[in-house]
């Protein structure tokens, strides 16, 4: 088994990091008015779906859920998010990423001084037939501008730091997610172990490993693991 290293790992890392506590989650009806108003549904009547895990609500043609444990958030528009419109996606990266901004800003989505956007990626959809295998055009469907976060100078990975605004061929948003637990105070300050701890933990973890191994990519970052239900 050989490990080939793509480009060159770090060296040297941060000596310490700070420990935040974890701010109260905001799932709420108001939250979710919040949501709708910044959605273009201001002053729109909506019944309000509470259960132990989320509260949710259909205002207009948008269908609105927060996650209780974590204050995740989901909003897809019924009729676009995931939809073929047939029109042809000429929406250019910068363009999905203004149109993205517009929403984070109009909803307050994100801390502003720690999300940036790390990603553009495009929902797609083909087909084939059934007899003689023949493949329809791959049609893109929407831009999906992907927001991560920064904390201390750490990069937050993992699905428990990221955020996606799903944006139409027109350049209307259809769609955002997001699971950004927010910080709470400091609680206190952990030393890091070097670079050289991790890479040879990570060659004996993949040691029994059956082929080659390739690294594309390393950096020091913080892993936040938590998903929307927690």
């Not at 797609?124 to 295998?133: A, L, S, T, V, Y």
């Not at 201390?152 to 948003?173: C, F, K, T, Y």
Request: glycine letters at 10%.
């Amino acid at each position: 088994m050989k490990i080939e290293y793509a480009s060159s790992l770090p060296r040297t890392l941060p000596v310490k990091a700070r420990v935040y506590a974890l701010a109260a989650p905001r799932a709420s009806a108001r939250q979710l008015q919040l949501l709708a108003d910044g959605l273009g549904q201001r002053g729109a009547a909506a019944e309000v779906c509470s259960s132990a895990v989320a509260v949710g609500t259909q205002v207009g043609r948008w269908s609105i859920a927060m996650y209780k444990a974590s204050g995740a958030l989901r909003a897809m528009h019924m009729d676009r998010y995931g939809l073929d419109d047939a029109r042809p996606f000429d929406l250019s990266d910068r363009q999905a990423q203004r149109a993205a901004n517009k929403c984070v800003a109009a909803l307050d989505l994100l801390p502003k001084a720690q999300a940036k956007i790390v990603a553009v990626t495009h929902l797609r959809q083909g087909g084939g037939g059934p007899k003689d295998g023949a493949r329809a055009d791959v049609r893109v469907l929407d831009a999906g501008v992907v927001y991560g976060r920064t904390i201390d100078e750490l990069p937050v990975i993992g699905p428990g730091g990221m955020a996606m605004v799903n944006v139409a061929s027109d350049g209307q948003v259809v769609g955002a997610n997001r699971i950004w637990r927010g910080l709470g105070r400091s609680v206190a300050n952990v030393k890091l172990r070097p670079a050289d701890w991790a890479i040879d933990n990570f060659e004996v973890a993949v040691a029994k490993v059956r082929g080659d191994i390739k690294v594309l990519t390393s950096c020091p970052a913080c892993l936040q693991g938590l998903s929307r239900y927690g």
